[in-house]
């Protein structure tokens, strides 16, 4: 699978968090922030996109702040 499907992938199944903010971020911010949370819930699910948790993306962000 290609990367930029993968990430299309990954954003479809994680979509419901897309509401998520935090005091003072920015578009940049979160997009950035938004990416390495990505990345880390795709790494545990050991790069098979169907096994990608949302619970991990949620508390990814909010470890960043994010609620």
């Given amino acids: ?3 930029p499907l993968l ?7 994680l ?3 897309a509401t998520m903010t935090k005091p003072g971020m ?5 997009a950035k922030d ?4 990505e990345q880390q819930a795709y790494d545990a ?7 990608v948790s949302n619970r991990l993306y949620r508390d990814c962000m909010r470890a960043r ?3």
Avoid at 7 to 13: K, M, N, Q, R
Avoid at 45 to 51: E, F, I, K, T, V
């Fill in 7 to 13: 990430l299309v992938t990954i954003i479809g199944l």
């Fill in 65 to 67: 702040g994010y609620n």
């Fill in 1 to 3: 699978m290609k990367r």
């Fill in 15 to 17: 979509g419901a968090c």
């Fill in 34 to 37: 938004r990416y390495a949370c």
């Fill in 45 to 51: 699910a050991h790069g098979n996109p169907l096994l």
């Fill in 26 to 30: 920015t578009a940049q911010s979160k």
